[in-house]
């Protein structure tokens, strides 16, 4: 399976943006579906990730009420809306797909199996 990230760019403190991440080689169905970020001389952080079945969503602290996933099974796209942008917000966004996830393990990155290239978030103040 393959996860490929886009709509990453440059935006003012305020604005919003919205990545996508296209999954191909297998059907959106069989996967969790989140986000993680990782900004230069930080660790990894969770930001969002959409249950594969009953469309359960789980949201880092930092994003919570910002930031909302969601998924287009028709399109085999998870969308992450970005709103209310920070500087902090700053970072490389990754895509990831995990089969076993549960509750207690989406905000790990290791209980994801796929992992898409990134896209680069700037948020200017």
């Known amino acids: 399976v393959q996860l490929q990230a886009s709509g990453g760019g440059l935006v003012q403190a305020g604005g919003s943006l919205r990545l996508s991440c296209v999954v191909s080689g297998r059907t959106l169905q069989m996967y969790s579906l989140g986000w993680f970020r990782q900004a230069p001389g930080k660790e990894r952080e969770f930001v969002a990730t959409t249950f594969r079945s009953a469309g359960t969503t789980f949201y880092g602290d930092s994003v919570k009420g910002r930031f909302t996933i969601s998924r287009d099974s028709a399109k085999n796209t998870v969308y992450l809306q970005m709103n209310s942008l920070k500087p902090e917000d700053t970072a490389v966004y990754f895509c990831?797909?995990?089969?076993?996830?549960?509750?207690?393990?989406?905000?790990?990155?290791?209980?994801?199996?796929?992992w898409g290239q990134g896209t680069q978030v700037t948020v200017s103040s």
């Open positions: 990831a797909g995990g089969s076993t996830l549960i509750a207690s393990t989406v905000r790990r990155g290791s209980a994801y199996e796929h």
